[in-house]
């Protein structure tokens, strides 16, 4: 990477955030209209990280609704200390409040069974045999090494952003990490063994 | 391989070592194939994840904020209408409590007329022949202290309706404040001329 594009890159990342503490400063002045900004940015990160966390669509969508209201009526106590703080923060919400509906059901076990009506090629490829195993796999593992993978593998947060949504330590997130890796790995070496691309 | 050799080449696979750490495990990668197994293990598990990454149809956004935005609202409207019901009940119970601190002193003292309990209720006095004792410490002759109690009467009066001022007074300003909320939440325009606008929408 050159010195000139590192430098947009990080005056693009600069202009983001100070647009985002513009949209929270008007939200918490009661600005519906920028809340509404935070919901259009954030609501793919929400939702998306509570399907992952559940397998449940319709669960994600009930967590996603439940977030924003719930940051709506605790944004006059949130502090936007640095860059990410308030994907951070959605992002603890939304984890939280899924752990806790799949606690309160804890009986059923995890899967991941939306229908696939009206999916293109490219999707219903991606729900290939291996990708179902690898989903089935994860929604498996406990609770606290499937916060840490999902968050790390699909939502590519740093060790840093995930101790500040998990609210634990950093070596806390490495040891929780590599615990989720070994499992995966373990459960899924029959696809290994089979020759499958994993 | 030891537990923090391990994570070291995890932080190493997900980007979190400094350019010189990084350097020094690429070197140790070179001569230690266990480390290298598990790199590759990482990375085989990475393309996985990233195969399943897909998210079925969810929300939009749109729908999303249209799921929200009600209860944005209602909640604004519920802490209006909380703050009138609180109100309402604050000055019930200053309107109460001023009653019977009134029947209290009246049945203790005699009231202004300084006469005990007992004679004031004529056709009870021989079953409440001491109500001022048994309520108060009152002295057996209410008249010499009748004034004194009468005065606390009036100033606890005064004290109660003070408060169901102060009541009735933040509760109003409980409900501007809760207008004031909806009126921002529908993006500027009074509540009630919503329909307008969306009628020239």
């Known amino acids: 990477m050159t010195g000139n594009s590192a430098d947009a890159m990080a005056a693009s990342a600069g202009a983001r955030h100070a647009a985002e503490l513009d949209l929270i400063a008007a939200a918490q002045a009661g600005d519906a209209s920028a809340f509404r900004g935070i919901v259009e940015r954030h609501h793919r990160l929400v939702a998306g990280l509570a399907y992952r966390l559940s397998g449940d669509a319709d669960l994600a969508d009930d967590v996603a609704q439940e977030t924003f209201v719930r940051a709506w009526r605790g944004l006059a106590r949130f502090e936007p200390r640095r860059p990410g703080s308030l994907r951070s923060w959605l992002c603890r919400i939304a984890h939280n409040l899924t752990m806790d509906a799949l606690r309160r059901r804890r009986s059923e076990p995890l899967t991941s069974e939306r229908p696939d009506h009206g999916l293109s090629p490219f999707e219903a490829a991606s729900r290939s045999e291996t990708g179902a195993a690898v989903r089935q796999a994860v929604l498996q593992l406990p609770d606290h090494l499937r916060a840490a993978i999902v968050l790390r593998e699909y939502e590519e947060m740093s060790y840093a952003e995930i101790a500040a949504v998990l609210e634990i330590p950093i070596g806390t997130v490495m040891s929780r990490l590599h615990s989720a890796r070994k499992r995966l790995a373990d459960d899924l070496a029959p696809l290994f063994n089979s020759g499958e691309d994993l | ?201």
């Open chain 2, 1 to 201: 391989m030891t537990h923090h050799e391990s994570l070291l080449v995890d932080a190493y696979l997900d980007g979190e070592m400094s350019s010189a750490d990084a350097l020094a495990m690429e070197r140790h990668l070179d001569i230690c194939a266990e480390c290298r197994r598990q790199l590759e293990v990482g990375l085989a598990l990475r393309n996985s994840l990233a195969e399943s990454a897909f998210v079925p149809d969810l929300q939009s956004s749109g729908q999303l904020w249209a799921a929200i935005e009600p209860q944005l609202v209602s909640r604004s409207h519920a802490l209006g209408v909380a703050g009138w019901a609180s109100g309402a009940l604050l000055a019930v119970v200053a309107l109460v409590a001023q009653t019977a601190l009134a029947v209290l002193l009246i049945f203790a003292t005699g009231g202004a007329l300084g006469f005990p309990a007992s004679e004031w209720l004529t056709p009870l006095g021989d079953a409440l022949p001491d109500m001022g004792t048994a309520f108060l410490p009152v002295p057996p002759v209410a008249d010499e202290f009748g004034y004194a109690y009468d005065a606390l009467l009036v100033g606890a009066s005064s004290f109660t309706m003070w408060l169901l001022m102060m009541t009735l007074a933040l509760s109003f300003f409980g409900w501007v404040l809760a207008a004031r909320r909806r009126h921002q939440l529908a993006g500027g325009l009074p509540v009630s001329l919503q329909h307008r606008a969306g009628a020239h929408n």
